[in-house]
């Protein structure tokens, strides 16, 4: 994995004042590719939190072997299935919701309700709809189930995993999917069981060898049980109602999940932008697509620089792998006393020698999306220039809510 190089950064962005962002075009496509390869013919529904700009999910869904979107809420779901010209008329709301605001929104708009589907893992997510609005004055709100896919062991005591859905067995899955059945104002039409301790786990984090193989084994363990358990419980849910979709996976699992027959799509999103915490796998190799840079504001003393701002620290337990990674220039790294800062960021190292105030240093994310909570448009870089600027959704003014 090689970040685009400084100096065709640093000359297309000349008249640029950071913080900003880059996407470069050219890597963001190779990963679409990528993607689309991995998922070995099933479709690739795009997960809109690694992403969060319109423009660039309009990119992704235009290009063959992807099809719909994975929400992460439900008015976002709206604002991307609204209007004549929606970016998705296929918007599946990855996580419940209790947003009454936006349920009115979607059950007073017949044609909203067919675009989006609800995630849901308990009757009571079915209560709160009803709660908005009773069956019978609106149209069918269409949902889909939530299976947990973590692997459980020793009586529940060993649980290995994101806490999701307490829907875990088919039996579960089969009592949930007759209760949305027989209650009049749903249909059900999916079913989705992701697999985060696969997709979201690298298996071979640099220098941590031991690691990897325990993670390695855990999750061949773990792609085993799962693939018995979800076509089960895809069976004794279909028993009830026909479904349209079984979802599953995610950027770190397209091959296992997709070799699972009873998968008939797959989700990915942060292999589009190849932040770090997806740099250790090894089924796969994206390019950095998305960088920004940030403007040395000081130099303290030898060998060290100071750039402005920087705390960009992303979401999930705290560590130094959830720290924005400096990568142009080469041999610069935080400081283990201050890491990076909210309004500066010292950085050490050989790379400092050769800088000077105002000079600029790139960075990667350690998570997709969330680089554009931070800006309000990402450049996109076509070869070596600049095309314009597309809008992140902060810079859309979060319009969704």
Aim: with cysteine; aromatic share 4%.
């Amino acid at each position: 994995m090689t970040a685009p190089a400084r100096d065709r950064l640093d000359a297309a962005t000349a008249d640029l004042d950071p913080p900003f962002a880059v996407l470069d075009l050219d890597a963001l496509d190779a990963n679409a590719g990528d993607l689309v390869r991995r998922a070995g013919g099933r479709p690739v529904r795009v997960a809109s939190k690694s992403v969060r700009s319109r423009e660039v999910l309009r990119r992704v869904l235009a290009r063959p072997g992807f099809a719909g979107v994975l929400a992460y809420s439900l008015p976002e779901a709206l604002w991307l299935a609204g209007g004549e010209d929606p970016v998705s008329d296929d918007v599946v709301v990855g996580y419940p919701t209790v947003d009454r605001a936006a349920l009115r929104r979607l059950v007073s708009d017949p044609v909203l309700a067919a675009r989006v589907t609800l995630m849901a893992d308990s009757p009571e997510h079915l209560d709160v709809v009803d709660a908005v609005a009773p069956p019978g004055g609106r149209p069918p709100v269409r949902i889909c189930l939530d299976l947990d896919a973590s692997l459980r062991a020793g009586r529940g005591r060993v649980h290995v995993g994101v806490r999701r859905s307490p829907v875990h067995d088919p039996a579960g899955a089969a009592a949930l999917a007759r209760t949305v059945h027989d209650r009049p104002g749903f249909a059900l039409v999916g079913l989705m069981a992701y697999e985060a301790q696969v997709a979201g786990l690298p298996d071979a984090p640099p220098g941590r060898p031991l690691r990897g193989l325990a993670v390695r084994g855990v999750q061949a363990l773990s792609v085993r049980e799962l693939a018995g358990r979800r076509a089960a419980a895809v069976a004794a849910v279909s028993a009830v109602a026909p479904l349209e979709f079984v979802n599953g996976g995610g950027t770190g699992s397209l091959e296992r999940t997709a070799a699972d027959p009873s998968v008939t799509e797959v989700a990915a999103g942060s292999g589009l932008y190849q932040p770090t915490l997806f740099d250790g796998y090894r089924a796969f190799r994206g390019e950095p697509a998305l960088l920004f840079a940030l403007a040395v504001s000081r130099r303290p003393a030898p060998g060290i620089v100071t750039v402005a701002a920087g705390g960009w620290i992303a979401s999930g337990p705290p560590g130094g792998d959830r720290s924005p990674r400096p990568v142009h220039p080469a041999g610069l790294r935080l400081l283990g006393t201050e890491g990076a800062g909210e309004v500066q960021t010292p950085l050490r190292g050989p790379g400092a020698g050769g800088l000077a105030i105002g000079d600029r240093v790139w960075f990667r994310h350690a998570k997709a999306g969330e680089v554009c909570e931070h800006v309000d448009v990402l450049h996109p870089l076509d070869g070596d220039r600049l095309t314009g600027a597309v809008p992140t959704y902060r810079g859309e003014g979060r319009a969704f809510g």
